[in-house]
């Protein structure tokens, strides 16, 4: 039987993404496949969205698919509670990372249906077809599919899909390092599976077609260049297809860094390099166990700089083994490779890591692994610390954090943000790092504007910044 399907993106605490959501596309490719009809609300990505109880008395739903972050539980609970009192008929099914790693913790969520853990896009449409409402939810837990069988996605089924200037492409899935922190082998598994390059570049001109602002595209793949000769043969293809639109690859490690490679990047319309340094202490750095050393990343990002391209790269506070001292080492590191942007993220001890072993038989763990980590993409602010040791306590942490973000100027102004920033300085007295971090800015927002120039996406992240600085955009309640 045909069903109205809803599938949602919730937009969590301040992030403002220019991506859409590319594993709600594939699915709602599997849902119209099997003659459903559907409607994705990215809260994250499009905020001309409209409330979620607007949504459901426009659509009637029968089924309503949301995915989740860890960080995003508080809002998915909310919206789950929306539908309920709407209509308490509307099945539900909560899918995404955090289903996938704490499936038990959502059991108790009145009016959720079904738990979706792994990769649902070969499941999808029996779910739909056979879901029912019921007591207490069921959790589906769903086998990996083959990579090869990756569908189109159909970002038309999108809220005002012809906004979308960012395309999120997958090459590949899955990570074969197995770095303290990182939960992808719970979540993608450690065996990395590629798709054929001609598809990858087939579904982005296909995207071209349907897409009119399209400006931009993502790699989103775990870690896209496990195999380099096959990365490299990417990069070449897509410069030959790409007519004008820039190219982004999220996840890359330092050895990927080749001076070859950049060359490749360079065509293909890349015009920054991410990476993950995690830490620039050398004893936090070690037991993180990354397979590569600060030498290696120190050498990536000198090559990254002098090759002319930006440099982004992740640390993390908080990690095993870190204190506050080790993290004033770490922000020295960070302006000693000199990455013109950072996100520096609080530590979250992810179910089946090495990490949140560590913390467990070493430290504290706190029950707020559900609050948000990231801050660069939204503004300043510190986010509550999910553990502590008797060397480095919940404050300290948060100071550290704090220091963190005004040493290396990695956040957005915005007016809200201002607030937490004097707050952070009195609560701290971090007054000179304040000062300085506060008369630089004007250096930092010309580099974040260059950077969206340069993808092409200025007036999409003009639109994005004062949109989420100036009105309370909808997070879908
Ligand atoms: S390289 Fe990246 S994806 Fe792979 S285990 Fe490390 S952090 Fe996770």
């Not at 166990?289 to 790269?313: M, N, P, Q, W, Y």
């Not at 952070?424 to 120039?453: C, D, H, N, W």
């Amino acid at each position: 039987m045909k069903k109205e399907i809803l599938l949602i993106n919730p937009r969590i605490g301040l992030t403002q993404s220019l991506t859409p959501h590319l594993g709600l596309a594939v699915l709602a490719t599997r849902l119209e496949q099997a003659g459903h009809t559907v409607v994705t609300l990215d809260y994250s990505a499009e905020h001309s969205t409209p409330p979620l109880d607007e949504c459901l008395r426009r659509y009637e739903p029968d089924f309503v698919g949301i995915t989740g972050l860890t960080s995003g539980v508080g809002i998915v609970r909310r919206l789950i509670s929306i539908i309920g009192r709407y209509n308490e008929n509307i099945v539900v099914a909560l899918g995404g990372p955090h289903a996938t790693l704490y499936p038990e913790d959502l059991r108790a969520i009145a009016d959720l249906d079904y738990i979706v853990q792994g990769e649902a896009e070969d499941r999808i449409a029996d779910l739909v077809d056979a879901a029912v409402a019921g007591q207490f939810p069921e959790i589906v837990s769903c086998e990996r599919p083959p990579i090869d069988k990756f569908p189109m996605p159909s970002f038309c089924s999108f809220h005002n899909f012809q906004n979308i200037s960012v395309y999120p492409l997958l090459t590949s899935k899955g990570c074969p390092f197995n770095c303290s922190f990182c939960s992808v082998h719970k979540i993608t598994s450690r065996a990395w599976r590629r798709r054929r390059i001609d598809d990858c570049i087939e579904e982005v001109s296909e995207a071209r077609h349907y897409l009119p602002r399209l400006r931009h595209v993502r790699i989103i793949d775990d870690e896209p260049a496990v195999d380099r000769e096959r990365f490299q043969l990417l990069l070449s293809r897509f410069a030959e297809a790409r007519r004008g639109l820039s190219l982004e690859i999220v996840n890359l490690r330092a050895k990927d860094i080749t001076q070859e490679t950049l060359g490749l990047m360079r065509e293909a319309g890349v015009f920054e390099v991410c990476f993950g340094v995690e830490h620039g202490n050398p004893t936090v750095f070690e037991h993180i166990e990354k397979g590569e050393t600060l030498e290696d990343i120190a050498r990536a990002a000198e090559l990254v700089k002098s090759s002319g391209l930006f440099l982004r790269c992740c640390f993390i506070v908080g990690l095993p083994f870190d204190s506050y001292e080790r993290t004033l080492e770490s922000i020295e590191f960070a302006k000693k490779i000199k990455a013109d942007f950072i996100h520096w993220n609080s530590f979250i001890p992810l179910r089946g890591t090495r990490a949140a072993d560590w913390f467990s038989a070493h430290g504290r763990v706190f029950d707020t692994k559900e609050q948000f980590s990231l801050s660069g993409s939204g503004g300043f602010f510190v986010p509550e610390p999910c553990v502590e040791t008797d060397d480095f306590k919940k404050e300290d942490r948060k100071k550290a954090y704090a220091l963190a973000l005004l040493e290396t100027g990695s956040y957005v102004l915005t007016p809200r943000g201002l607030v937490e920033i004097l707050r952070a300085m009195f609560r701290y007295e971090l007054y000179a790092s304040t000062l300085k971090s506060l008369v630089r800015q004007p250096g930092r927002i010309f580099k974040t504007l260059l950077r969206f120039r340069k993808a092409g996406l200025l007036s999409g992240y003009a639109r994005r910044y004062f949109k989420g600085t100036f009105s309370q955009s909808s997070a879908g309640e």
